[in-house]
């Protein structure tokens, strides 16, 4: 399943090659692979590569959020194409209980294309996810750009807005089965349990 990131995030066509996402099976999780332009800015974190890094988001990265919109319990994963990566469990807008997950990660650098290829624990995804949204910031200053696969519609933007990744209602319908299959159930997971 591929998804292109072609606007910003308050709906606004990109002026580069579409960043792609893919998600399609893995052993014990779901591969997300990305590919696109490589801008190089910002610098790379000061953080090991295939490491987790706080903070990603002020770096040049490409998140996935997968929701389930019942509880708003979700998961975001971040990836920079200089190979660190985050994983945020979040149980409410913005709520993060856990977080810098251990996760196997892989980027390489081609000019100026960047690809990367992670695997996501099955045990990170709350259960029901029903929908998702994709995003991409790179840029510094006021070079900063920040991407959406579902951005806010230009006609609900209201003067001053910036972007949030967080918000929730403008996720559009998502579910692993169409990937993993329609038989497929998502295996249990402690990491969940409690919350609501």
Not at 19 to 37: A, L, Y
Not at 132 to 154: C, D, F, V
């Amino acid at each position: 399943m591929e998804f292109a990131i072609r606007h910003t995030w308050d709906s606004n066509p990109v002026k580069h090659e579409p960043i792609r996402v893919v998600f399609s099976p893995g052993q014990g999780g779901m591969r997300m692979q990305v590919f696109g332009p490589f801008f190089n800015d910002p610098p790379a974190p000061a953080g090991p590569p295939s490491q987790p890094f706080p903070g990603l988001w002020d770096y040049e990265v490409v998140e996935s959020f997968f929701l389930d919109s019942t509880t708003q319990n979700y998961l975001e994963v971040e990836l920079c194409p200089h190979g660190q990566h985050l994983i945020l469990l979040l149980s409410g807008v913005g709520q993060a209980f856990l977080q810098q997950l251990p996760m196997v990660f892989q980027t390489t650098i081609t000019g100026g294309q960047w690809t990367g290829e992670a695997l996501i624990p099955w045990s990170y995804f709350p259960p029901n996810i029903n929908k998702m949204n994709s995003y991409a910031i790179h840029g510094s200053g006021e070079k900063r750009t920040y991407e959406a696969l579902y951005p806010i519609p230009k006609e609900e933007i209201v003067e001053g807005q910036r972007p949030n990744f967080h918000r929730l209602e403008y996720f559009q319908d998502f579910r692993l089965q169409s990937i993993m299959g329609e038989d497929w159930i998502q295996p249990e997971s402690d990491l969940w349990l409690g919350k609501p």
